[in-house]
């Protein structure tokens, strides 16, 4: 059973570029969850979401960023026009419906140049 | 605001010596966890405490929950150098399940 996939591992962008972030939850996993750590500082909770349905976006920026996860899929999470304080590591975690632990990904380091 | 503080932020220990890192949120929560990161990588779950008065031991790691003081502790003993990390605790926000607060981190470095 692999862990929670999360790619690019690296993503470097320049201002005003789109960046796509993409998660794989663990197998048997409805629930992702997606945050921001930047550095030297906590992970800061962004969003929640289940099979298409954002139930929690309490953390998301109310403006460029935006987050799905279709039925199909992956979860994305979506930047547009980064700027330079987007530069972060943005990991996700999954849960199954029956756990509220969550099991994290190994990241996506973000650069915006 | 819930609000979780962690402390001490910076951490250094000399193998073989004991040390307590706190935990303090600032209203109630049922859940508290406690996480390792090692740098440029993901978060390991070392902890999920459920209830007052719980305790959970693994290896040199024990960690305690005391929901009245709204505080934990993760109290390393002996410590080697592979404990050397960033260790994180982290609280339900009520808001959702999953949404956690988390604190700004211990760095431990773990010296010979």
């Known amino acids: 059973n692999a862990g929670v996939m999360q790619n690019p591992r690296h993503l470097v962008r320049r201002r005003g570029q789109e960046a796509r972030l993409r998660c794989s939850p663990m197998?048997?996993?409805?629930?992702v969850y997606w945050y921001r750590q930047l550095p030297e500082e906590g992970l800061k909770f962004m969003v929640y979401?289940?099979?298409?349905?954002?139930?929690?976006e309490s953390g998301m920026p109310k403006e460029r960023f935006s987050a799905e996860f279709p039925k199909e899929g992956p979860s994305i999470l979506r930047i547009q026009q980064v700027v330079r304080g987007d530069s972060a590591a943005y990991f996700c975690?999954?849960?199954?419906?029956?756990?509220?632990?969550?099991?994290f990904g190994q990241g996506t380091r973000l650069t915006v140049v | 605001e819930l609000k979780v503080e962690q402390n001490p932020l910076f951490l250094s220990m000399q193998e073989g010596k004991n040390y307590t890192i706190y935990c303090n949120y600032s209203?109630?929560?049922?859940?508290l966890y406690w996480y390792r990161q090692d740098p440029g990588k993901s978060l390991e779950s070392l902890f999920v405490?459920?209830?007052?008065?719980a305790v959970k031991q693994e290896g040199r790691l024990m960690a305690s929950l005391d929901t009245k003081a709204r505080l934990s502790t993760l109290h390393i003993t002996a410590a080697v150098h592979d404990l050397s990390a960033t260790y994180f605790c982290?609280?339900?926000?009520?808001?959702?399940?999953?949404?956690?607060?988390f604190g700004k981190g211990t760095k431990l470095s773990v010296k010979p």
């Open positions: 975690a999954s849960s199954p419906i029956t756990e509220t632990e969550a099991f």
């Open positions: 197998k048997g996993h409805s629930h």
């Open positions: 979401l289940q099979k298409e349905n954002i139930i929690d």
């Open positions: 209203t109630t929560s049922d859940r």
């Open positions: 405490l459920l209830s007052n008065g």
């Open positions: 982290a609280v339900e926000s009520g808001r959702s399940q999953g949404n956690l607060i």
